[in-house]
């Protein structure tokens, strides 16, 4: 199947400061990825979609400026936690679908944040 | 927007006896309704899926089922077994698949 990596996969850092977490897809062009964050026994929701070379579209309720998206590439979509505070600490998974595929995502092994 | 419930939470089996979860979708427009499986710290893995042109499919011990007049679908795992215990969440999407809603997940504890 398909291959979508992220990195990094743990990161610990102090209220306040700034993370980006990545997501590539690495054996296909990917127009579209997709940011979930799930926290401790909860589901994955939906936090945005990333559009390759246009601006990211949000879920209602997650806040565009403490959350960027980035996707300049076809292979490549970051995430930055701006100004992150204790209550951001989550896990947030990153997914894509090859082109032409309408069924599976693939997700990206995830991103534990913790905030201090 | 499309909302995905889950039902059980969580479910204890023995070890060789099957496992039943079921969830219901809201937008009948949704036409793509996976089921992933996830362990503990991992990244969800697909399972099975299903499209709204069939009502049943197999992949050897799992099975999902789909009544779209309902509005629900349904995962069946069979001769359960140690390593099928996990997070199984199942999801639902339209519009070619692009948006998956969640649903709320189910803790799998297969005993032996």
């Known amino acids: 199947g398909a291959v979508v990596s992220q990195h990094p996969s743990r990161v610990i850092c102090k209220s306040g400061t700034s993370v980006k977490i990545e997501c590539r897809s690495l054996?296909?062009?990917?127009?579209?990825m997709f940011w979930y964050r799930q926290f401790p026994k909860q589901s994955l929701m939906l936090m945005a979609t990333?559009?390759?070379?246009?601006?990211?579209?949000?879920e209602q309720g997650v806040e565009k400026d403490k959350f960027l998206i980035n996707h300049a590439s076809l292979t490549l979509s970051t995430l930055t936690v701006t100004s992150a505070h204790p209550e951001d600490s989550s896990f947030y998974i990153c997914?894509?679908?090859?082109?032409?595929?309408?069924?599976?995502?693939?997700f990206g092994e995830g991103s534990r944040l913790t905030v201090l | 927007g499309e909302n995905v419930e889950q039902h059980p939470s969580t479910l204890s089996v023995q070890e060789g006896d099957s496992a039943v979860i079921k969830c219901t979708y809201s937008?009948?427009?949704?036409?793509?309704f996976p089921w992933y499986k996830q362990e503990l710290g991992k990244r969800p893995q697909l399972i099975i899926d299903?499209?709204?042109?069939?009502g049943e499919k197999k992949d050897q011990r799992i099975a999902v089922t789909l009544n779209k007049t309902a509005k629900h679908f349904s995962l069946h795992i069979t001769e359960t077994q140690p390593e099928d215990s996990a997070v199984y969440f199942c999801?639902?999407?339209?519009?070619?698949?692009?948006?998956?809603?969640f649903g709320t997940g189910t803790q799998l504890k297969v005993e032996l």
């Open positions: 054996d296909f062009q990917a127009t579209t």
């Open positions: 990333s559009n390759e070379g246009s601006k990211a579209t949000y």
């Open positions: 999801a639902a999407s339209s519009g070619g698949g692009n948006k998956l809603t």
């Open positions: 299903i499209r709204s042109n069939v």
């Open positions: 937008d009948s427009a949704s036409n793509y």
């Open positions: 997914s894509a679908r090859p082109p032409l595929n309408t069924g599976e995502l693939f």
